[in-house]
Every structure is written in structure tokens, then in C-alpha cells.
């Protein structure tokens, strides 16, 4: 069901007060570094709330331990609260997933469900509770964490690294909007949040004789994210540079850095090891579909090409009866041709007036209907083997 405010209750599941939270951000410690992600969203919840968020807890809480958010991202298609969530439970109460799966109220599983960034474990449990329901999409990224931020500063900077004109500072909100349109997964993050993180958490940027050539932020969740670099700046280690300003902010602020990086971006990988990032645990953005909704896009795309056969052919029939009536017109035209007088040009007249040519488009049913329908029922896949830009770290691939 489609929810536009947060329910004080599910079937499973009851929405925190605020001052039970400082208890949650508590039973959240004492399960770090697999928390960490749902640790940090509530942290930076509580500390700065950059995005109002809604954190549930199980009925039977604390016995039952399994806490969930709402929404689970900032944008998700149909803008609904309740469309995407946020999971966290111990990796040995994963048998604790199946109240997740039989919610009803908060949650409804006949409609497509976005889950961002869970434990490894976590989403595969949820995956074979899901067996037989729907398809399942993922994204797995390798989490990342510095435990000590102070050691960022032994790194030896490359000489032009170093160069006077490069400079790394606070980013601007004028600088939100490009930034959020290379961001990879700007489908799942809306625009407005790039803002707030500007103004409300650390965000950097590397600007090269007063040009911004490469940026990163810290989320809502936690993680330092969203690292790019313009390719004309690559190759320069400012990367590097802008990981080690960022990391000493992050943790100047009392939170925990760390990134999500794919694991096939070793070079990304490589830079964050030689600032003393560690692996700690994979991580799964996931999309579920249920059959049933395929099923009703199936039938409304079914509908709309039949709807566009008709028209067309509606169309090629009143073409026809305008093409009858223009031929009788013109036979009797020809008919009647001796009694019209025609105009000869002057003497002189180098230019005589042309004659009106009408034209007529003839229509293919079959052709502009399936052309049509193309564009109209479009879905863009991602491209898993479209080439990519070379990576030598200056871009962080956020698994998005």
C-alpha cells in the first residue's frame, strides 16, 4: 500500500520515538564493522539530519534484533516512503529476515522493493526468502574502512601533487549540480541531497588554478562518496590528495570513514589500501520485482500497441477517404478544364508563377507502429560491457 507519511506501526515492525533512538545508535555499536553502514545513517540522523529518515524496530525489540529505515534512499521512481529500506540484523539472527518478508503493512511486496547498501549476508538470506516471488537485480560493492585517520598524513604526496596552484577546499552549493549529474547512480539519489550534503557535511574538492577538477562528499550514510575527477585532471593524484583532505575531515566530525568500492575497480581499491583503508565486508544494493508487476507492464505495454494499431489504422483510413475526394475533385477539375481561362505570363516576364504542388505522406501502418511503440515502451538496460573511461583511482565507482 502506498504510505505518504510514517506509520506508527506494522505488522511486525513500530516506529521509533526520537528519544529511543540514542538506544538504537547503542545496540548498533556493539555490532560494528558490520553495522557500520546503518550505524552511520542513523549517526549522521541523529547529529545532522541531512534527510529525514524513520527507523523501525522489530515488535518483540530488543529480543528480536532486526532494525529497518525508511526510505532506504532519496529517490526512488514513484517517490514513495515506503518503496525503499535500509535492514540491519546480526549476521547470526538472520532467521529474524522473515518478519522483513512477511510485512505487509509497511511494505508492499506485490510492488517493485529497493534495498540499499546491506550486509553481504543479509542479502542473500533476503534473496532466498524471495525465491519464487520475482526477479532480483544487485550491485555488490567492497566496503572499505580507515581505523586510524591520523596515518592518512605519512602518505608522500608526488611532486605535482604538490604544486601551488592546486588547492583542495570546502565544495560551494554552486557546485552541486555538476556534481550530482556524473554521479553513477543518480537514478537512486535526488539532486536536493547533494545540496544539503554540501552545506551540512564535509565535501571537497581539488580546484586546479581555481577550476574545480575533482570532488567528493561524504553521504548520508556515512561513506565518503561520489569521487570524480575531470579527465583532463587525471593522472595527477588528486585523488589522492582529496581522500586524504576528506578522511581527516570525516573523522575530525566523529564519524567513521569509509568507502564502497566495486570489486573489479582495483585501482580505487589500490589507492584507498595506500591510505590505510582495509576490506571489511561486501555490500548489496538490490531491486526486486515481483512477477505479478511484470506481468501488469506486459499487459499495459500490450494495451498500448494495440491502441496504437488502432490509431494508425484510423488514421490510414481518413487519408484514404481525403485521397478519394482530392481525385474526384480533380477529375472533375479536368472535366470542366475548357471553360476555365488560363493566364498566359506577359511579355517580359522571365519569371512566371509556379504551380502549387500538394504533397502527399503516405502512411505505413506496420513500419510507424512498431517505430512508435519502440520509443514509447523504451526500457534501457545497463550496458555491462560498454567501455569504460580508464580508471587509475581518481574516480570512485560507489557501486551504484
Known amino acids: 500500500?502506498?504510505?505518504?507519511?510514517?506509520?506508527?506501526?506494522?505488522?511486525?515492525?513500530?516506529?521509533?520515538?526520537?528519544?529511543?533512538?540514542?538506544?538504537?545508535?547503542?545496540?548498533?555499536?556493539?555490532?560494528?564493522?558490520?553495522?557500520?553502514?546503518?550505524?552511520?545513517?542513523?549517526?549522521?540522523?541523529?547529529?545532522?539530519?541531512?534527510?529525514?529518515?524513520?527507523?523501525?524496530?522489530?515488535?518483540?525489540?530488543?529480543?528480536?534484533?532486526?532494525?529497518?529505515?525508511?526510505?532506504?534512499?532519496?529517490?526512488?521512481?514513484?517517490?514513495?516512503?515506503?518503496?525503499?529500506?535500509?535492514?540491519?540484523?546480526?549476521?547470526?539472527?538472520?532467521?529474524?529476515?522473515?518478519?522483513?518478508?512477511?510485512?505487509?503493512?509497511?511494505?508492499?511486496?506485490?510492488?517493485?522493493?529497493?534495498?540499499?547498501?546491506?550486509?553481504?549476508?543479509?542479502?542473500?538470506?533476503?534473496?532466498?526468502?524471495?525465491?519464487?516471488?520475482?526477479?532480483?537485480?544487485?550491485?555488490?560493492?567492497?566496503?572499505?574502512?580507515?581505523?586510524?585517520?591520523?596515518?592518512?598524513?605519512?602518505?608522500?604526496?608526488?611532486?605535482?601533487?604538490?604544486?601551488?596552484?592546486?588547492?583542495?577546499?570546502?565544495l560551494k552549493a554552486e557546485h552541486a549540480e555538476s556534481i550530482y549529474e556524473l554521479y553513477?547512480?543518480?537514478?537512486?539519489?535526488?539532486?536536493?541531497?547533494?545540496?544539503?550534503?554540501?552545506?551540512?557535511?564535509?565535501?571537497?574538492?581539488?580546484?586546479?588554478?581555481?577550476?574545480?577538477?575533482?570532488?567528493?562528499?561524504?553521504?548520508?550514510?556515512?561513506?565518503?562518496?561520489?569521487?570524480?575527477?575531470?579527465?583532463?585532471?587525471?593522472?595527477?593524484?588528486?585523488?589522492?590528495k582529496l581522500a586524504r583532505y576528506l578522511t581527516k575531515q570525516v573523522a575530525d566530525r566523529g564519524y567513521q570513514p569509509f568507502v564502497v568500492i566495486r570489486p573489479e575497480n582495483e585501482a580505487s581499491q589500490s589507492l584507498y589500501k595506500k591510505l590505510g583503508f582495509r576490506k571489511i565486508y561486501q555490500t548489496v544494493r538490490m531491486t526486486f520485482m515481483p512477477f505479478t508487476w511484470q506481468d501488469e507492464e506486459n499487459k499495459t505495454t500490450r494495451i498500448l500497441r494495440e491502441n496504437l494499431e488502432n490509431a494508425v489504422r484510423q488514421l490510414t483510413i481518413e487519408q484514404q477517404v481525403v485521397d478519394a475526394f482530392r481525385n474526384d475533385e480533380i477529375e472533375e477539375n479536368e472535366a470542366g478544364n475548357s471553360e476555365f481561362v488560363v493566364e498566359e505570363p506577359e511579355e517580359g516576364d522571365e519569371n512566371p508563377p509556379e504551380e502549387e504542388n500538394i504533397e502527399v505522406t503516405e502512411v505505413s501502418t506496420e513500419e510507424n507502429v512498431k517505430d512508435t511503440i519502440n520509443d514509447t515502451a523504451n526500457v534501457e538496460d545497463n550496458d555491462d560491457n560498454a567501455e569504460e573511461a580508464v580508471n587509475d583511482g581518481d574516480n570512485q565507482d560507489d557501486g551504484g
Not at 546503518?38 to 539530519?49: C, G, S
Not at 526477479?135 to 572499505?144: N, P, Q, Y
Not at 557535511?201 to 562518496?225: D, N
Request: proline fraction near 7%; charged fraction near 25%.
Open 184 to 240: 553513477p547512480a543518480n537514478d537512486m539519489e535526488c539532486h536536493e541531497v547533494f545540496l544539503r550534503l554540501i552545506r551540512t557535511l564535509p565535501a571537497a574538492g581539488v580546484f586546479a588554478k581555481g577550476s574545480l577538477a575533482a570532488w567528493m562528499v561524504q553521504s548520508y550514510y556515512g561513506a565518503m562518496f561520489s569521487m570524480q575527477t575531470k579527465p583532463e585532471y587525471r593522472r595527477k593524484g588528486y585523488g589522492t
Open 1 to 170: 500500500m502506498e504510505c505518504p507519511e510514517a506509520m506508527e506501526r506494522g505488522r511486525n515492525f513500530r516506529l521509533l520515538a526520537k528519544e529511543e533512538l540514542p538506544k538504537l545508535l547503542d545496540f548498533l555499536d556493539g555490532y560494528l564493522p558490520e553495522s557500520l553502514k546503518f550505524h552511520q545513517t542513523l549517526l549522521t540522523y541523529m547529529n545532522d539530519r541531512v534527510w529525514d529518515f524513520n527507523f523501525y524496530v522489530a515488535n518483540d525489540w530488543p529480543d528480536d534484533e532486526i532494525c529497518l529505515h525508511f526510505p532506504g534512499m532519496t529517490l526512488s521512481p514513484h517517490g514513495l516512503l515506503f518503496e525503499s529500506v535500509g535492514v540491519f540484523c546480526p549476521n547470526d539472527r538472520l532467521d529474524l529476515l522473515k518478519l522483513l518478508r512477511e510485512e505487509d503493512i509497511l511494505i508492499d511486496w506485490t510492488k517493485p522493493l529497493y534495498i540499499n547498501f546491506v550486509h553481504y549476508d543479509i542479502a542473500e538470506e533476503l534473496i532466498h526468502l524471495y525465491e519464487g516471488t520475482g526477479t532480483i537485480e544487485r550491485v555488490i560493492g567492497d566496503v572499505f574502512m580507515c581505523k586510524d585517520p591520523q596515518n592518512v598524513d605519512n602518505v608522500e604526496e608526488p611532486d605535482e601533487e604538490a604544486h601551488p596552484d592546486i588547492q583542495v577546499q570546502p
